[in-house]
T-cell receptor
């Protein structure tokens, strides 16, 4: 059971480049989300999805797009990378948004540097 | 948005001592709380959870206390070991997961 798999683990981009961070889970979880982690800021929610075909914005959505065509995959797209997007990105999944008695399983993270 | 914060950003304890990590939350509607442990270079891992209808919950060497009156929860680690060195996050779930900034725990051998 792989859990939540993120790729790549490390990435360096030039300002203005685009890329997609991949996230896949094999636990048949409905709820998936993306966070960024910056020093002293904790984990901040970027986008989330409560099921295939449904996405919504989190706390810091600007500069990022997501889609959820399948239950398993929840890619995060940076259309035009900016240095402010340098961060560590985590994907997480959980069985469902409600009831709220389930833990979230996290991927190993993607360390992104935008130069 | 709602905020979750930790009182102390760093904590150093001697091996074998007990550790206490504190967390404040602001959303009185949150009814579920989780403590996560994050080791360097890894994603957060679940430690223990507690629901709002409980004041205390115990796991293996860990105890979480919830004080709804002052919107505060704490994580107690008994007989702290070097392997406990990590960043600890509290998260409140009130529709979404809201995470605190984390406390870095260092265990001194």
């Amino acid at each position: 059971n792989a859990g939540v798999t993120q790729t790549p683990k490390f990435q360096v981009l030039k300002t203005g480049q685009s890329m997609t961070l991949q996230c896949a889970q094999d636990m048949n979880h409905e709820y998936m989300s993306w966070y960024r982690q910056d020093p002293g800021m904790g984990l901040r929610l970027i986008h989330y999805s409560v099921g295939a075909g449904i996405t919504d914005q989190g706390e810091v959505p600007n500069g990022y797009n997501v889609s959820r065509s399948t239950t398993e995959d929840f890619p995060l797209r940076l259309l035009s990378a900016a240095p402010s997007q340098t961060s560590v990105y985590f994907c997480a999944s959980t069985t469902q948004k409600y009831p709220r008695n389930t833990e979230a399983f996290f991927g190993q993270g993607t360390r992104l540097t935008v130069v | 948005g709602e905020s979750v914060g930790l009182h102390l950003p760093t904590l150093s304890v001697q091996e074998g001592d007990n550790s206490i990590i504190n967390c404040a939350y602001s959303n009185s509607a949150s009814d579920y709380f989780i403590w996560y442990k994050q080791e360097s270079g890894k994603g957060p891992q679940f430690i223990i959870d507690i629901r709002s209808n409980m004041d205390k919950r115990q796991g293996q060497r860990v105890t979480v206390l919830l004080n709804k009156t002052v919107k505060h929860l704490s994580l107690q680690i008994a007989a702290t070991q070097p392997g406990d060195s990590a960043v600890y996050f509290c998260a409140e779930i009130g529709g979404q997961f809201y995470f605190g900034t984390g406390t870095s725990l260092t265990v001194i051998p």
